[in-house]
Every structure is written in structure tokens, then in C-alpha cells.
């Protein structure tokens, strides 16, 4: 068929490698054709039509995502460049002759009798009669030329040449000068470009340059160069452009069918209760590699069409319509094999094929350990994931064809951080243990959602744990998953794990953090509640009876349940009286969770527990509560005596009095490592020695157990349940805490309360305590020289490091300035160094990781830069960073909201991000990510609001009839409950807290 091509590049794509295709007409199935209609970016969950240019990508037999991609280079640069270098010195030789050298290039004298026009140089450069003198008088050079005779003052302070800028053709024209001893020339270079820049990179030592130009083939010979500066320390000379210099852009095609998009596709019964086996025929280009949920089965030509070609598949498993995946591209791969012998592929730009390693490395550890872990195979022959540049959702799970955002997949060993490392890991162990929750087994409609993402957020961590033991995953759960589960569930406006959804359009919504954290978080509870072995075995029962079909949450409790009561390790009357059902409806069918109340009884050996829902505002009367609802709740405890073995026992009713020893005990601690998704409160007096315990020995309990100390206890005196005294007191403790988890969890309450305190006289007093307690610590930390191996004492450094910046201590600003200028940064501290070059620095250092934004070619290295350029101090720099945000050639939209999440937690620009929602909500925000999960992130943009007149501006500007919220409702409810909360917490607790820190 022949392909009518119209680019329109960078509109409305989400990453700057990419542009749409429109008008292709090359991809089809054996269907009856359709209306072309507009398109819809590849995303996770909803799709968000492009209204802003209507021209975008269309086809008239099958609706697929086609992007044009920056994929290889392509000869769109010419540098020309006139040069000379002159050797004064003379140096008398042996024989008489003199002789003028350097590195590179040497002139000899010789003596009359020798033959002139023999003359080499030892270096290769032959000398031979003059030719006609090239014209370099004059002074051309760019009146912007620099020289920096440091690295640190070099515009690229690598010494290694960036990779995304290569020569295809040197025209070198070289004129010599015996007499004078100097030569000139010029030279003519071809580029081929490989990535979007604004920087060549190329080296020159010793040499004068005259005169240089930066053309591209499509810029009429005009010359691009805006500065050139000769870096001494480094040898190179680098040309920046006044013009962004862009790859050849090519073809990818790639669907996203969840939730509920195949029908936009191609007929189908669209529902995951609707399961098929899926034949399928393509018809592509030749030269394109046309991938599928499963392998190929055999291809043919097309006669007449040498330029197409037939690829036919492999039958799939019986699945639903929204797991059906393919991708048209000119990708690279990596492939290994795992013990069972299962295909797996990872795919990538092939310029980034070099960071899919470590992916493939946990992919096929992950697999392995999921078959093991289950006991039933991976059904397929192959599993492909494949790294897109431009992709909404952080992964899609479609069965055999697993696609990814860059940003999840990609990792490079030298330049990728600890952080990084982290995520990959987690979210390919996610996505492959959706090849068993979710593909095998399928939920029988949304609202069981959890079942899906639930089930792989809690198994990514055993998977990731299992396929990279030296991350530790599965001991950081309750930081990652559990805490921030809870601050969700504890608002008004949150929903059960189980709700309604009675149409189509209401499940984008459902994809938030209810039914993944604490849905996982709920699933860590029965998994240490019953034991791994019998959570295990009932596992493998439900998928194994329900495997090939369809589920419901009850069906996952009567598996769980036989297990349970059928065990050896069933002992107790509590086990045989109360069924898994019972427990777990009470967490999946009610919204919000416990507050266990405790209270030491004068014997001190045992305690009486009380349980109520938590409110967001128990003393502040926001609303009235008037749920009353109780839950089952597995109490694992620890005492005085038993500082690191729990007990367990259960709470299953309102109140109950527990023994916790047959002695004495001088503290207590429920809730052990925090696997229980509960909040606790204790008597003043259990406070009073917990805190004691904690300040004369850290260790005396586990570092899971500190940190949910800080959690629980910030978070209730937050909402007026705990004295906000003994909060205070209990984090006076850390500065002896060395581990990286109690730092790390109060990080986000300091910087929480110092959101809330900003315009208030209290908040430099906060700022003064909160920098006395890292103090000492960050002053015995020495992250100088980590050895890579040594993941403890790397997630040390980087919270320590980390909390000691972002409570703007002078030594840790002074040590991330000395570092940026030297250009040597440990590259798990990168984050952190350049957000604090930005906060306290000048236009320079904004500038400076401006231009590193847009040419380095490592996707996570993107994402902590744009959070890094967001803190800057200054409102000129503000406002042009939300220009380039609301540009999506210069940002892709996807990182844009990033932008702007990341600048509303600046107190310079948070007014400035207001008033930029409001302009682009009706016409950009809502067009764009209305029916997405991403618009929850625009909203909590609002969540640093305090003031009533903020409140009421929110409130008028969304209310407002006829504005359209899409799937952001929910979210904006939970926007002005936090607002009001704030202001709460603003007229109830400020004049307590200044004394509080007025005293410390």
C-alpha cells in the first residue's frame, strides 16, 4: 500500500524522540475496514483524545498508536571549522638541524643536502610543498567564544565525548607553512545525530580557532552557533546551538488496550469476563520487527508488494481483549533463556539497547522465582518487554508483550542511580507477576480491580527481592507501600477496596492507590497473619483452580481459607473459630482502617486495646463521624523483654484486654514492622518509655519498628491524637539513628510541616530544630568514596545526605556546590546536589543542567533534573520553566505534569502553579489527561494550599458549571479535605508548636 506521510512533530506526544505519523495506511488486520477516526497516546488506563491538532494518526482498517520515533541518526549537520597552531620554540638537534614538535605535528629544519620533499612528520602528518594559502584573515571568530580553562567552567563537563553526536565524513583541507612554522586548515564535518541537543562536543588541543558554523540541512546554510567555548581541561571544543538539532525521526507502532480500548481496535466483547483464544494475521512493513502477545509462527511475502509482508502468530492462551498487544519498530534486544526454558526478550531503542541489561537480569530471575513460587508455568514460549519512549503508564502488562515507559526499564550501570536501580527491579517484578494475577486468573469485572494490582504490588516485592536479594524490596515494604497507603485511606474521601463500578467510564479512576498499596498492604497483613507457607499454598490453590478463567475476591478467601484451616500450623481457638473471609471482608468492603488504642494495665503485664476508624480530624470537627465500623485486626506485638520476637494474638472486637507477659513489662510496641495496616496509640506513659528506650539504644528494636513509630506518632498528632509534645521528644532521638528508614519517613513529615508553616513565624524556628537533629549525623556520614556493593550504606547516604540538604544545612549545601564544580558527583547523590545547586544557586547552574536536561540520553537522568530545575529560587527562572512545560516540543506532556508537581512544592513558584492549572485546565489539562490517572497529580499540585481564600478559589474554579473534572473527582475531593485540614492544623496546633520549639 502505498504511505502518505505528514509529520507533525512533537505535539502531543510524551517524549522528545517522538513525533506522530499521520495517515499511514501500511498496518492492517483481515477486518472489515472502519471510519478513521482521531487518536488516542498509548497509555496505562484511559485514553485522552488529541484535540489539539486533529490531523494526528489515522488508519482506516485498525486503530493502533503510531508514533514517529528518533531512532537512528540521520546526516542533518554540518560543522565547519578554521583552525590554525603555530610552534615557536626551536630545539638544536645533534646534527645541526633544528626541530619545532608538539604532540600531533613536528617541523624539522634539515639540513640543505636532504630531500626537501621526503620530509614526515613522526606523527603522520606528511609536509609537503605549500599550496595556496587559505583566507583566515581577519577575526571571524563567534563573538561569544570563551575559553575555560577548568572543567568545571566547561558548558559539558564530561571528559569522555557524549555519545549522541557522531562524524560520518571528515573534508579536511590542511595548509602547511615551514618558514613560518605554523599550519592551518579546514574542516568540513558531517554529523549524524542520534539524539535531540543543542551541543557538539569534539575535541581540539593547541589550536587557534578562527571561525566556526553550525548548519543543518534544513536551516538554508544559516549558521546555528550561538557560543563556542574551548575547554582546556578536556581538550574539547563545544559549539552550542541556537536551535535544537533533531534525529531522523521513524516509525513505532504500539497498542494499549487497558482498560477498555480493544474496541477501538476491533469489534470484540470488551469485558475481561470475556475470555478467547486470539489468531492473528499482520500485514506490515518489510523492514519493520512486528511483535505480538506470542511468537512467530511463519511469514510470507506479498506478491506485487515487495515492500510488505504477512507475519502470522501463534495462537494465544484464552485471555481478555485488553491483554492483547503488538508493536511495529526498529528495535534492538538482549535475549536469555530461563531454566525452564522460556524465551526472554528485552527490546529498546537501539542506541539504549546497552542499558536493558539489568531488566533482562531481573526478568528472568523474577520469572523464575514466580514458577517456583506458584508452582504452575509460565504458559508461553516467550516473553518480550520493550522499553517505549513514549508511554503514559509505567508499564503495561499484556501477556508475552510487556511495554514499558523508558523511565521504568531502562538502566545504565555507570550513570543510573541507586534509586533507579530500585524501580526497575520493582516494576518488572510487577509486571511479570501479572502473567499470573491478571492474565492466568482475570478479574470477572473492574470493581475487582485489586485483584489485579494488588496482588502483582505485593508479589513485586518478593519477585524483586528474590531476583536482586542485595535491594532488600521485601524489608522496605512497609515504608514504600504501607505508609503511603494509609495518609490516602485516612481521608474522608477515600473508597473500599471493592466499590461499584457500573460503567466503563468509571474505571480509570479506580486505578489509584487504594487498589494498589493497600490492597498489597492488606495481603502483607494475611501473609505474616497466617504464615508464608500457608498464604503460599493458597496462592498456587486459587490460581490453579481458577487458572485459564475468571475470579472474585471470594474465591481468593476460600483458597486462602482451606489452607489455613488444613494446616498443621492451625493451633490456636482464635484460627479455627474465625475464617479468612471474615477477616478480609472487613478490609476490602469498608473504607478507611483501625486506630488500636492501647493502654498499659497496672499490673504491667497485660493491656487493654480498643479499636475505632481513624479520622482525618479527630479533634478538629470537620465533619461528623459517624461510621462505626470495627475491624479483625491481627495485633503482632513486642515488649521490653522481647524486643525483636512478636506475638501475635487477635483483636476482634471493639475492645479486648491481652496478656503480654508474665512479667513486668516497661514498654510495649504493637503493630511489629509495621505489617498491620493500623495506627496505634499508647497510654502518655508507654510514650514516655518507648521514647527513653529509643534514646539510650536505637537497636533496641528494628529499624521497621522506628520508623513506624515516627509514622504513626506524626501522623496522629498531625490530626490531634498525640500530643504534639511527645512527637517532638520522640524525634529527638534521631540524632543518634543512623539506618535510612526512620529517615526517611520523617522526611516527609518535616518537609509536610514546613509546607504548612512557610508564611508563618514559626517555620525558620522548625527549620533551626530540624537542622540540629541531622547535624550530628551528616557530620559522621562519609559518602566520599561508597563502594558500589555496599546498598546499606548507599541508601544511608542518599537519606542522610538528602535530609541534611533539604533542611538546608550550610555543610551539606557547601559540599554539593564543591561537588557540582568539580563535576564529580556520586551518582546516587545526583538528586539531591543538583537540587541543592539549583535552590541556593544563580541563573548559571539552572542554565548549566538546562542544556545537560536536553542532551543526555539516560531517561531517569531526565526525571531528577526536572525535579532539580523545579527549586529554583528565582520567580524570572519559575515562570520560564512553565513556559518550556506547557511546550510540548521543548517537554514532553507526561514529564510537563512533573513540572508542575515539582514547582508546587517550591514556595516561590506555588502561585505561579495555580494560576497555570486554571489557564491550561479547560483547553490542555483536562483534554489531555481528563479520563487518566496522571490528572490526580495535577491536583495534588493543590495540596499545598493553606489560606480560606485558597480553599475558596479551588472551590470556585472547579464548581464552576460546566467544568469538566473527568476522573479527577475523586482526587479533587481529597485536594480540598487536605486544604482544610491544613488550615485546621494551622488554627489548632501554631501557637503550641512555637512553644514547643521555642523550648527545644
Given at each position: ?12 506526544v510524551d517524549d522528545p524522540e517522538v513525533a506522530f505519523l499521520n495517515g499511514s ?80 605535528v613536528s617541523y624539522d629544519t634539515l639540513p640543505a643536502d636532504e630531500d626537501y ?734 542544556e545537560k536536561y536536553r542532551s543526555t540520553q539516560i531517561a531517569s537522568e531526565k ?138
Amino acid at each position: 500500500m502505498d504511505k502518505t506521510e505528514d509529520y507533525d512533530v512533537l505535539t502531543e506526544v510524551d517524549d522528545p524522540e517522538v513525533a506522530f505519523l499521520n495517515g499511514s495506511e501500511r498496518l492492517e488486520f483481515r477486518l472489515r475496514p472502519v471510519p478513521p477516526v482521531h487518536s488516542n497516546p498509548i497509555r496505562k488506563r484511559a485514553p485522552r483524545p488529541l484535540q489539539r491538532r486533529p490531523s494526528s494518526c489515522r488508519s482506516p482498517t485498525l486503530w493502533i498508536t503510531l508514533l514517529c520515533m528518533l531512532l537512528s541518526g540521520l546526516v542533518a549537520a554540518l560543522t565547519v571549522i578554521i583552525y590554525r597552531r603555530t610552534f615557536p620554540e626551536e630545539i638544536q638537534a645533534a646534527n645541526g638541524a633544528t626541530s619545532t614538535s608538539g604532540p600531533g605535528v613536528s617541523y624539522d629544519t634539515l639540513p640543505a643536502d636532504e630531500d626537501y620533499g621526503s620530509t614526515q612528520s613522526p606523527k603522520g602528518l606528511t609536509v609537503k610543498d605549500a599550496t595556496e594559502d587559505l583566507d583566515t584573515s581577519g577575526d571571524r571568530t563567534p563573538s561569544s567564544l570563551t575559553s575555560s580553562p577548568s572543567l568545571s567552567s566547561c558548558d559539558y563537563q564530561e571528559t569522555r565525548l557524549p555519545q549522541h553526536v557522531r562524524p560520518t565524513v571528515y573534508n579536511l583541507e590542511i595548509q602547511t607553512s615551514l618558514p613560518h612554522r605554523n599550519f592551518s586548515g579546514t574542516v568540513r564535518i558531517e554529523l549524524k545525530i542520534f539524539q535531540e541537543t543543542t551541543m557538539v562536543v569534539l575535541h581540539a588541543k593547541d589550536l587557534t580557532i578562527l571561525f566556526t558554523t553550525l548548519t543543518e540541512d534544513s536551516s538554508d546554510g544559516i549558521n546555528l552557533v550561538s557560543r563556542m567555548n574551548t575547554c582546556q581541561a578536556s581538550s574539547q571544543l563545544q559549539l552550542t546551538s541556537r536551535k535544537l538539532l533533531r534525529p531522523e525521526a521513524k516509525t513505532l507502532a504500539t497498542t494499549q488496550f487497558e482498560d477498555t480500548f480493544a474496541r477501538m481496535a476491533f469489534p470484540c466483547f470488551d469485558e475481561p469476563a470475556f475470555k478467547a483464544v486470539f489468531r492473528v494475521k499482520m500485514v506490515h512493513d518489510h523492514d519493520l520487527l512486528a511483535l505480538f502477545n506470542t511468537p512467530v509462527r511463519t511469514t510470507e511475502d506479498i506478491a506485487g508488494k515487495p515492500e510488505l509482508m504477512v507475519t502470522i502468530y501463534e495462537d494465544t492462551p484464552i485471555m481478555s481483549t485488553y491483554l492483547v498487544a503488538f508493536v511495529l519498530c526498529e528495535f534492538g534486544k538482549v535475549t536469555n533463556r530461563s531454566e525452564s526454558g522460556v524465551e526472554i526478550n528485552v527490546y529498546a531503542v537501539r542506541h539504549k539497547v546497552n542499558q536493558t541489561g539489568f531488566a533482562l537480569q531481573i526478568a528472568v530471575a523474577a520469572l523464575e522465582y514466580y514458577e517456583k513460587f506458584f508452582s504452575i508455568p509460565y504458559p508461553l514460549q516467550k516473553l518480550d518487554l520493550i522499553a517505549i519512549p513514549d508511554f503514559s503508564a509505567g508499564a503495561m502488562e499484556n501477556w508475552g508483550l510487556i511495554t514499558f515507559r523508558e523511565q521504568s526499564m531502562l538502566f545504565d550501570p555507570k550513570e543510573s542511580s541507586l534509586s533507579q536501580m530500585d524501580l526497575v527491579s520493582i516494576v518488572v517484578a510487577h509486571e511479570i507477576a501479572h502473567q499470573w494475577f491478571g492474565n492466568l486468573v482475570t478479574m470477572t469485572w473492574w470493581d475487582q480491580l485489586w485483584l489485579n494490582e494488588g496482588f502483582a504490588t505485593f508479589m513485586q516485592h518478593l519477585g524483586a527481592d528474590a531476583a536482586m536479594p542485595a535491594l532488600a524490596s521485601w524489608s522496605r515494604m512497609s515504608h514504600t507501600i504501607v505508609q503511603s497507603a494509609l495518609t490516602s485511606d485516612a481521608l474522608y474521601s477515600t473508597h473500599p477496596i471493592i466499590a461499584d463500578i457500573k460503567d466503563a467510564s468509571e474505571v480509570a479512576s479506580r486505578f489509584d492507590e487504594i487498589s494498589y498499596s493497600k490492597g498489597a498492604s492488606v495481603l502483607l497483613m494475611l501473609y505474616e497473619s497466617l504464615s508464608p507457607s500457608i498464604f503460599q499454598q493458597g496462592v498456587t490453590n486459587y490460581l490453579y483452580k481458577n487458572k485459564y478463567g475468571n475470579a472474585k475476591t471470594e474465591d481468593l478467601w476460600s483458597s486462602l481459607d482451606n489452607a489455613w484451616h488444613n494446616s498443621t500450623l492451625t493451633q490456636t481457638k482464635d484460627q479455627t473459630e474465625i475464617t479468612i473471609k471474615n477477616i478480609a471482608d472487613k478490609w476490602t468492603l469498608q473504607p478507611g482502617f483501625p486506630l488500636v488504642t492501647a493502654t498499659l494495665e497496672p499490673d504491667g503485664k497485660s493491656i487493654s486495646v480498643s479499636q475505632r476508624r481513624i479520622s482525618p480530624s479527630e479533634a478538629f470537627a470537620i465533619r461528623p463521624d459517624a461510621s462505626l465500623e470495627s475491624w479483625i485486626v491481627p495485633l503482632n506485638y513486642l515488649t521490653a523483654t522481647s524486643p525483636k520476637n512478636a506475638t501475635s494474638v487477635w483483636l476482634d472486637q471493639p475492645a479486648k484486654t491481652v496478656v503480654i507477659g508474665n512479667v513486668e513489662q516497661k514498654w510495649y510496641k504493637l503493630n511489629a514492622r509495621q505489617t498491620g495496616f493500623y495506627r496505634v496509640n499508647y497510654d502518655e506513659g508507654n510514650w514516655v518509655e518507648l521514647i527513653k528506650a529509643l534514646k539510650e539504644d536505637p537497636e533496641v528494636m528494628s529499624a521497621e519498628d522506628r520508623a513506624n513509630l515516627l509514622d504513626d506518632a506524626f501522623s496522629l498528632a498531625r490530626i490531634g491524637r498525640v500530643n504534639l509534645t511527645t512527637a517532638f521528644s520522640l524525634a529527638s532521638y534521631l540524632t543518634k539513628e543512623r539506618h535510612f528508614l526512620p529517615w526517611s519517613t520523617i522526611t516527609s513529615y518535616f518537609d509536610g510541616a514546613e509546607s504548612i508553616l512557610f508564611e508563618t513565624e514559626v517555620f525558620l524556628k522548625f527549620r533551626k530544630w530540624r537542622q540540629d537533629l541531622i547535624q550530628p549525623v551528616f557530620a559522621a556520614l562519609d559518602c566520599s568514596a561508597v563502594p558500589s556493593d555496599n546498598i546499606p550504606l548507599r541508601r544511608q547516604c542518599v537519606h542522610i545526605f538528602g535530609e541534611a540538604c533539604h533542611a538546608d544545612l550550610p555543610a551539606c549545601i557547601e559540599s554539593s556546590r564543591r561537588m557540582f564544580s568539580k563535576g564529580d558527583i556520586p551518582v546516587d547523590l545526583r538528586s539531591v546536589v543538583y537540587r541543592t545547586v539549583v535552590k541556593h544557586g544563580s541563573e548559571v547552574e539552572w542554565n548549566n543542567l538546562w542544556e545537560k536536561y536536553r542532551s543526555t540520553q539516560i531517561a531517569s537522568e531526565k526525571t531528577i533534573i526536572l525535579g532539580a530545575l523545579s527549586t529554583t529560587q528565582n520567580i524570572l527562572l519559575v515562570e520560564r520553566f512553565l513556559k518550556y512545560a506547557s511546550d510540548p516540543t521543548v517537554i514532553r506532556p507526561m514529564e510537563s505534569t512533573h513540572v508542575l508537581l515539582g514547582l508546587s512544592m517550591n514556595f516561590v513558584a506555588r502561585d505561579a502553579v495555580w494560576r497555570t492549572i486554571r489557564e491550561l485546565w479547560d483547553n490542555t489539562l483536562y483534554v489531555k489527561y481528563g479520563d487518566d490517572p496522571v490528572i490526580s497529580g495535577i491536583f495534588y499540585c493543590l495540596h499545598w494550599m493553606t489560606s480560606k481564600r485558597d480553599l475558596d478559589e479551588v472551590k470556585e474554579f472547579f464548581y464552576k458549571p460546566g467544568r469538566k473534572l473527568g476522573s479527577g473527582t475523586l482526587a479533587l475531593s481529597q485536594a480540598i479535605e487536605t486544604i482544610e485540614l491544613r488550615r485546621k492544623f494551622l488554627d489548632n496546633s501554631l501557637k503550641t508548636l512555637g512553644d514547643i520549639l521555642a523550648n527545644c
